[in-house]
């Protein structure tokens, strides 16, 4: 069966192809022109740092290395109902995408339509042609050399293809801060979900004992100030404000300086997206960046882009643009629990091999979780 389908498969694939271009064509650019990097960058790049330092509540329970067998048995059993309630909230915000994805199939036994269907689902999933026509090539030597018959079977070896398409692991990984105060720079154009993002995660910290600034360094409005006012509230962090278009770098050198004068462990700075001014919005960030080396030369530990996970293919444009331009040590994927399609977390992992640190589900404090890829499949077949 799975021969006769790559056979066909074939005809369609130059078809398939030529629509990609197509989609690549329209796709290109959401960010304006002047969003442009400016390659001649003479600041001290940002290291990439896999292991940020930042602690979720699962990791909390995680335990040390040099823990006694005991206490890891302990926590292991925390951690599972931990593990879980975290896995089914994210099952129920990721339905919208599930269903789109629709990964049903109409037969138990597996017949060429279903890897038909399967290769449409993955191709239309904003997962980028490229990379649905490989899992598939893969996917269906897999099924002939194990024997895999049934829908169900199925199901499981495409979740481990995919899975294996990302790096592993995350929601478990122990992050420790190298350094006090651990400086995040957030950044992405308008609209994505940045200042949403930075109230989540600062709740998170204090939710971990740690002392958060956050820099409302996205002057260009009041009420973007006042927007991140409130977050600062709801999670009980100190903000560092300015008034209306004052010099964004110089909030973010006051933030940096009060964590100091007050062994704050972190500070989050907002960042706009867009400028009402002329000026280019990456040289603006790199300002903003070379004010805070001024006061912490190693920092910031983490550049993070958000990213809006509804706007398909543009995602991974803008994503390649902030990187060229920024060195990005993370990414943020927003409004997962909207009408994403779910393929754009493979297609950015795989265009720029950043990690994606965390992802946004839902506009409440709790919606915001570390990105774990094996719950992120789960979640969405
Ligand atoms: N559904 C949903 N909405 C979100 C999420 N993150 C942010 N938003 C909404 O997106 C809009 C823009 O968010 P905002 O944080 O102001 O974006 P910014 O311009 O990048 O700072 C707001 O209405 C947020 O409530 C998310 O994960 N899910
Ligand atoms: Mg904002």
């Not at 079977?153 to 006090?180: C, H, M, W, Y």
Request: glycine fraction near 4%; charge should be negative.
């Amino acid at each position: 069966m799975a021969l006769k389908w790559r056979r066909k498969k074939k005809d369609k694939q130059s078809k398939k192809n030529q629509s990609s271009q197509d989609n690549n064509q329209s796709s290109h650019d959401l960010v304006s022109d002047d969003l442009i990097d400016n390659k001649d960058d003479s600041i001290q790049e940002v290291c990439l740092n896999n292991d940020p330092s930042i602690e979720s509540e699962t990791d909390n329970l995680m335990e040390d290395q040099n823990d006694s067998y005991a206490e890891a048995v302990d926590n292991e059993d925390i951690k599972k109902p931990v593990k879980k309630k975290r896995f089914k909230r994210l099952r129920e915000r990721l339905s919208r995408t599930r269903a789109k994805l629709g990964f049903s199939f109409k037969n138990k036994t597996i017949q060429d339509e279903d890897l038909e269907e399967l290769e449409e689902q993955l191709i239309t999933s904003d997962m980028g042609v490229e990379m649905a026509m490989e899992i598939m090539e893969e996917l269906s030597s897999s099924l002939k050399k194990k024997h895999i018959v049934t829908v169900d079977q199925l199901k499981e070896e495409l979740k481990t293809f995919l899975v294996n398409q990302l790096p592993a692991g995350e929601a478990d990984r122990k992050i420790q801060i190298q350094s006090k105060p651990h400086v995040i720079l957030v950044v992405g154009v308008n609209g994505v979900g940045k200042t949403t993002t930075i109230g989540k995660m600062a709740a998170r910290f204090k939710d971990d004992q740690k002392q958060v600034i956050i820099a409302a360094a996205d002057t260009f409005r009041a009420a973007a100030i006042e927007q991140l006012s409130l977050w600062a509230d709801r999670a009980d962090a100190d903000l560092i404000r300015h008034r209306e278009n004052s010099d964004p770098a110089a909030v973010a050198f006051d933030a940096v300086q009060a964590a100091i004068a007050r062994k704050a462990d972190i500070v989050l700075v907002d960042t706009a997206g867009r400028l009402h001014t002329k000026t280019n919005l990456m040289e603006e960030i790199k300002k903003i960046r070379r004010s805070i080396q001024k006061k912490l030369p190693d920092a910031p530990h983490e550049i993070l882009l958000v990213v809006d996970a509804t706007t398909g293919q543009n995602a991974v444009s803008q994503a390649k643009q902030f990187h060229e331009a920024l060195q990005l040590t993370g990414i943020v994927l927003t409004k997962l629990d909207g009408t994403a399609k779910g393929g754009i977390v493979f297609n950015i992992y795989n265009s720029l091999k950043i990690p994606i640190q965390y992802i946004g589900i839902g506009e409440q404090l709790e919606d915001f979780q570390i990105f774990d890829a094996d719950d992120f499949v789960s979640a969405i077949i």
